[in-house]
């Protein structure tokens, strides 16, 4: 299938600092991908490189087989195939919720019988139907956001551009929203490009997920392959590893790797790619999710284990969330359904499959 979107070697600064430096990646139509990193990453840079609000000094980008940018063209918004989507709604405060919806297009001279069908395809979509006469200062957060991806919706753009929509929400609405929104976007199969800084958000919404780290990427995997799998430290950061153990690399065989911590020896399996960059006697990071530690007596049958002592009890309603300190000072989190008490010392274990090692 023949991408809907190029990208190549995208590079952009702002004074001495660049911000993307040889960003290149493709999209299928119908594909969603989430700009995933911390602040500062160049998640919005780019998308608004995309856009063509911003234009970068190298790079090529092609969407739907028009060249929107290359060393000697570059081609404004408007005659982009796209829309956008941005993170503090941008409607018209005058406009009513019809006349935001409609504004594109206007703009683009699309005819008057067509608006009307549009304007009721996506008000009935998104649920506004009797919100049509209501300016914006007459509606919640939630319905304004509607109303935004509304109107993006209604040019039917090739591609979808979404700058965090759904930050300025409430955490219930946000939840709400981002069902919606996956639904919707899965209903019309409309390529889009989401930044967000929210893991579950990205979960929720993309088919792929690409982490931006100092103006590069990380990596670009599905969501599962991501979280199961990631190929860089700050990656597992992005993806909540929260425990995270020094210790030194003790051996190396058959893909798997001895690391010392403290007084315990645990063992990680290598992920592609690590055999070449990790060695014996190399100083590590041994990563795990909360979810992967284990306190009952199955745990006994798993590979790692090591004994702490609980320092901190937090109950968390279904679960609690417990802080264990090892003999060497260093600290695990871990979660589990059963109460235990301040100063209990847990044999707790976790797997070789789920131990993920990182040079320091």
Same mark, same amino acid.
């Given at each position: 299938?023949?991408?809907?979107?190029?990208i190549?070697?995208?590079?952009k600064?702002f004074?001495?600092?660049?911000?993307?430096?040889g960003i290149?990646f493709?999209?299928?139509?119908g594909e969603c991908?989430?700009l995933?990193g911390?602040?500062g990453s160049?998640?919005?840079?780019?998308?608004q490189?995309i856009a063509?609000?911003?234009?970068?000094e190298?790079?090529e980008?092609?969407m739907s087989?028009l060249?929107?940018?290359s060393r000697?063209?570059?081609?404004?918004p408007e005659k982009r195939?796209?829309?956008?989507?941005?993170?503090?709604?941008?409607?018209w405060p005058?406009?009513?919720?019809r006349?935001n919806?409609e504004y594109?297009?206007?703009?683009?001279?699309?005819?008057?019988?067509?608006r009307r069908?549009?304007i009721?395809?996506?008000?009935?979509l998104?649920q *506004?139907? !009797?919100?049509? %006469? =209501? /300016?914006p200062?007459?509606l919640?957060g939630?319905?304004?956001?509607?109303?935004g991806i509304?109107?993006a919706?209604?040019?039917?753009?090739?591609?979808l551009?979404m700058?965090e929509p759904?930050s300025n929400?409430?955490?219930?609405?946000?939840t709400?929203m981002?069902s919606?929104l996956?639904n919707?976007?899965r209903?019309?199969?409309?390529?889009?490009?989401?930044?967000t800084h929210d893991?579950?958000?990205?979960f929720?919404?993309?088919?792929r997920?690409?982490?931006l780290?100092?103006?590069k990427?990380?990596?670009?995997?599905?969501?599962?392959k991501?979280?199961e799998e990631p190929?860089?430290l700050?990656v597992?950061? *992005?993806? !909540?590893?929260? %425990? =995270? /153990?020094?210790?030194k690399?003790?051996?190396?065989n058959?893909?798997?790797?001895?690391?010392h911590c403290g007084e315990?020896?645990?063992?990680g399996t290598?992920?592609t790619?690590?055999?070449?960059?990790?060695?014996?006697?190399?100083?590590?990071?041994v990563?795990l999710?909360?979810?992967?530690i284990?306190f009952?007596?199955v745990?006994f049958?798993?590979?790692n284990?090591?004994?702490?002592k609980i320092v901190?009890?937090?109950?968390e309603?279904?679960?609690?969330?417990y802080?264990?300190e090892?003999?060497?000072?260093?600290?695990?989190e871990?979660l589990h359904?059963?109460k235990?008490?301040l100063?209990?010392?847990?044999?707790?274990?976790?797997?070789?499959?789920?131990?993920r090692?990182?040079?320091?």
């Amino acid at each position: 299938m023949e991408p809907i979107l190029k990208i190549n070697d995208v590079q952009k600064s702002f004074g001495m600092t660049k911000v993307l430096d040889g960003i290149s990646f493709e999209m299928i139509e119908g594909e969603c991908i989430c700009l995933l990193g911390s602040s500062g990453s160049g998640k919005s840079t780019l998308l608004q490189i995309i856009a063509g609000l911003l234009k970068a000094e190298h790079g090529e980008i092609n969407m739907s087989g028009l060249q929107a940018l290359s060393r000697n063209k570059f081609i404004p918004p408007e005659k982009r195939p796209i829309n956008m989507v941005f993170q503090d709604y941008a409607l018209w405060p005058h406009m009513t919720v019809r006349k935001n919806i409609e504004y594109g297009l206007k703009m683009s001279k699309v005819p008057e019988s067509i608006r009307r069908k549009r304007i009721e395809s996506v008000s009935q979509l998104l649920q *506004l139907k !009797g919100l049509l %006469n =209501r /300016l914006p200062s007459e509606l919640s957060g939630g319905q304004q956001q509607r109303v935004g991806i509304a109107r993006a919706l209604a040019t039917e753009p090739n591609i979808l551009l979404m700058d965090e929509p759904l930050s300025n929400l409430d955490v219930k609405l946000r939840t709400e929203m981002r069902s919606e929104l996956a639904n919707i976007l899965r209903r019309l199969s409309i390529t889009t490009i989401y930044v967000t800084h929210d893991m579950m958000e990205a979960f929720a919404l993309a088919d792929r997920i690409l982490v931006l780290h100092q103006g590069k990427i990380a990596q670009l995997a599905s969501p599962q392959k991501m979280y199961e799998e990631p190929e860089t430290l700050g990656v597992a950061q *992005l993806m !909540g590893y929260q %425990n =995270r /153990l020094k210790g030194k690399i003790t051996s190396i065989n058959d893909g798997t790797a001895t690391i010392h911590c403290g007084e315990y020896s645990v063992k990680g399996t290598l992920q592609t790619g690590q055999n070449d960059k990790l060695s014996v006697g190399d100083d590590v990071l041994v990563m795990l999710q909360l979810e992967a530690i284990h306190f009952d007596s199955v745990s006994f049958q798993l590979e790692n284990y090591i004994e702490a002592k609980i320092v901190q009890v937090i109950y968390e309603g279904s679960r609690w969330r417990y802080r264990l300190e090892m003999k060497d000072g260093q600290y695990i989190e871990a979660l589990h359904t059963k109460k235990q008490s301040l100063d209990d010392i847990m044999n707790i274990s976790f797997s070789v499959q789920q131990t993920r090692i990182f040079k320091l």
